[in-house]
Each structure stands twice: as C-alpha cells, then as structure tokens.
C-alpha cells in the first residue's frame, strides 16, 4: 500500500525485529505495541505492563522490549485497559518514552483511560484514537463503513487516528479505500504528526 501507515508491533515474539524492519524498508512508521494488563487479566504479550508493577524506569523487561522493535518512534498500548486506568503503570512507560523522544498513541481501549492524560503530564507529546476500531467485526464491508466513518471523523475533527489490525478482511478493505481518501478530501499521515 503507497501511503502512510504506522505500523505498531508487539515486543519479544520470534519475529519482531523482522517485521520492524521490513516495515521501515517499505515506508511506514513503526511503533512498540506495548503490552500491557487487561481488566479480564488476559496474557497481552510477552514481558507486559502490570499495574501493580513499580520497577524503575530502567528495568532490563522494558529495554527488552524496545530493543526488540528496532526503528520505533513511538509506543501505542495493546490491551492494556486495566493499565491505561492507572496513573503508576504509564509513568514508567512515560520515562522511557521521553528518554528516547518517542510519542505515545493511546490506543483507548477503555472509555476510563487516563494514558493520553499521563503522557501529556509527564512531557510526552501524545495523541489517542478517536474513532472506532476498523475491525470489530471482520468483515470487508464493515470495515469500509469504519473506514468512511474515520473520514468523515478526520473531516469534523480536523484530525483522526483509526487502529485496525492485520486481519486479511482488513487488509483488503485498506487495499480497497485508502487510494481514494485524498479524492474524499482527506490526507493520510503517519501517526506521530498527530501528537500534540
């Protein structure tokens, strides 16, 4: 796909780097897909954000999982939504990301998510997706009714961040609709432009 795509990526799985890495050589932006706790106490990813979790900024798990995802420029949460609604577990995230000058995305995974807050807070330039996820209900004519509704959210609001994931339905329906999104009066950017 010829357009600007941030691609965010989990940490510490077997092809992580790969991924990155291939990514950066296609054009798009990459970013952490931090895991982090979810309120039903899934497992979110190896090396995950826990809430009750106070090891200093500095702990080998976090540069573990950043050194996994070679090229980042930022961090998004992935799950996470126990952790988004505690102030502790993003201050850690925080100090890394402003060590390294990345941004955060917050994916808002809960409607009690205090991650965008947090950031900005701590000196972190941030952004958060504010229309629906894509791909709720896989399907490719679904997913192009979300994707017409995040242009017309990008239209009243100036600016919109839309998450999918790399469902094949998803895939083809992006493949489909982003080519006439300038056509539709929208121009496609990587996520860090969005950050304020």
Not at 150 to 155: E, Y
Request: charged fraction near 25%; hydrophobic fraction near 40%; aromatic fraction near 6%.
């Amino acid at each position: 796909m010829q357009c600007p795509l941030t691609i965010s990526i989990l940490p510490n799985h077997e092809h992580s780097k790969e991924i990155a890495e291939e990514a950066l050589q296609r054009g798009y932006q990459v970013m952490l897909h931090l895991p982090m706790q979810s309120v039903a106490k899934r497992i979110a990813g190896k090396g995950r954000v826990e809430t009750w979790d106070d090891r200093p900024a500095s702990s080998n798990d976090g540069w573990r999982m950043i050194e996994s995802v070679p090229n980042a420029v930022g961090v998004n949460n992935h799950q996470g939504s126990q952790g988004d609604i505690r102030r502790g577990s993003h201050g850690r995230v925080n100090a890394r990301a402003a060590k390294l000058g990345f941004v955060y995305v917050d994916s808002r995974t809960t409607a009690a998510t205090v991650a965008f807050d947090a950031a900005k807070r701590d000196g972190v330039p941030a952004a958060f997706r504010n229309v629906p996820f894509l791909d709720d209900v896989q399907d490719a004519a679904a997913i192009r009714k979300q994707l017409e509704f995040a242009l017309r959210g990008a239209k009243e609001k100036k600016a919109a961040i839309a998450i999918g994931h790399p469902h094949p339905e998803t895939l083809k329906a992006l493949r489909e609709f982003l080519p006439t999104a300038r056509a539709k009066g929208v121009r496609l950017v990587f996520a860090s432009e969005l950050v304020h």
